[in-house]
């Protein structure tokens, strides 16, 4: 499969066993993973394999969408993930993402997530996206705010110990 989407420096493409672990292993172990998403477990290129069959992989075949692998369009390097996430909790899907450390403070991260915006109403028809942050991740709120989003509320999904704050497309 080609490219998903495509900006002005960024490719995105689904994660594929076989080509990604070795990226995934990286971003979900970077300390701005773990600080800003969590800790997911992932400690080995097995561990890395399991996380992308049983979730990017796996909602992609459920859901048609899920988290894409970024790429630097010259050099094709991976620099993180974004995409549309199915979450427990939500009415609608939600724009996340990731990236490593060395591309922080590029814009790709608003780039990206402005792509997958308008990817969901474009070629999804969704309406209706939503998007959560830990309540102390300012950089990723101003991201949020900067593609169109607007915070409505603090929210609790099922099974979290902390409130998260939730950001809505809606009027």
Request: some cysteine.
């Amino acid at each position: 499969m080609g490219n998903l989407i495509e900006t002005e420096r960024l490719v995105f493409a689904e994660l594929r066993v076989g080509e990604d672990e070795a990226f995934i292993l990286e971003l979900l172990n970077s300390p701005g993973f773990i600080d800003n998403i969590g800790d997911r477990g992932v400690r080995d290129l097995e561990g890395a394999r399991r996380y992308i069959l049983d979730g990017p992989a796996a909602s992609y075949a459920q859901n048609g969408y899920g988290l894409w692998r970024v790429a630097q369009r010259g050099d094709g390097a991976s620099v993180g993930l974004c995409g549309l996430v199915k979450r427990e909790g939500l009415e609608a899907p939600d724009v996340g993402y990731a990236f490593l450390e060395s591309a922080w403070g590029q814009g790709y991260a608003a780039e990206a997530a402005a792509a997958t915006l308008g990817h969901a109403r474009r070629v999804l028809g969704l309406e209706l996206i939503l998007a959560i942050t830990k309540p102390g991740n300012t950089a990723s709120m101003r991201v949020l705010e900067k593609i169109g989003l607007r915070f409505e509320k603090m929210i609790r999904l099922p099974g979290a110990t902390e409130d998260s704050t939730y950001f809505t497309t809606a009027p």
